[in-house]
């Protein structure tokens, strides 16, 4: 088995863990984005301090006017809107490729879905919550990456999602840097299992895109398969899903089991299925029956080991699948 894993390359908001340049001067520890740091390469931001703002400084507040939606520091009566989006310009400039980010949820810059907006600058009053104005024009910019706030990352399902969506983008920009048919028929089939997982037909539309009937130019055809990926990995992987991907595997293997053996299996993979077993339980099984059986085809399978093992983890808040 494999065991390289490339470096995602990673933006983070700056207050969680690096820097105490939030409004009040404070910084905020965050136990994931610890863990996460010597495995991947990241690049921190602070939008409010790179733009001048200063630290500490006056909260500011986003506003739809009918003029749009402006940044305004009520302490200052300062409309700030033009300095935050011109160092935006620039922090998207520096960091053309991203494989993900990790952002400060409910910030009027960094929120990716759950900012505050008010109504108006002068007596304004809550109106809905959205993006803030990096939030924003990160997810314009980098629609295919993946794209967290750290308290949605609290979440399980929602981080092993993110793990697995950092690295299989990683490893496509590794495989783009040098490309050949050859490396993404390679790709593709060591991602069978994974991409199943997460959505049988795109897979196959995927696959379509690999035999390249039309003889169509690599670039055009890479161009097409991560459109394909992207679409596949932009939801978590569903449980009827997993579990005929990992009833797929157990085929694979099952010839070779005593009958007690088999019904350990398909009795993991069930408390998967019932939400009493995560779905490391499962895979690592599936794998040591791998090794046992020295069954390549699922040793090749980044499904068995999406991301580095040092990264799992199995607290769970529940917090925050509801919010897209
Ligand atoms: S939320 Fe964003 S802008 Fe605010 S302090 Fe943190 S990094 Fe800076």
Known sequence: MDDYFPRPKILVSRCLGFDACRYDGQILK???VEQLQPE???VTVCPETDCGLGIPRAPIRLCNTDAGLVVYQPATQTDVTGQLQATIATILQENPEIDGAILKAKSPSCGLHDTKIYQGVEKPHPLKKGAGVFGAQIQQHFPGAALEDEMRLTNLILREHFLIKIYTLARFRELCAQPSMGALVAFHASHKLLLLAYNQSHFRLAGKIVANHDKEPIVEVLRKYREELVH????????PGVINTLYHAFGWISEHLRPEEKQYLINTIEEYRDERLPLQAATRLIEAHAL??????LLSQVFLRPYPRVLAGLHDSGRGREVR
């Open 30 to 32: 965050n136990a994931f």
């Open 40 to 42: 991947v390469d990241m």
């Open 232 to 239: 596949i990995l932009d939801t978590p992987m569903r449980i």
């Open 292 to 297: 046992r059986f020295a069954n390549q085809y």
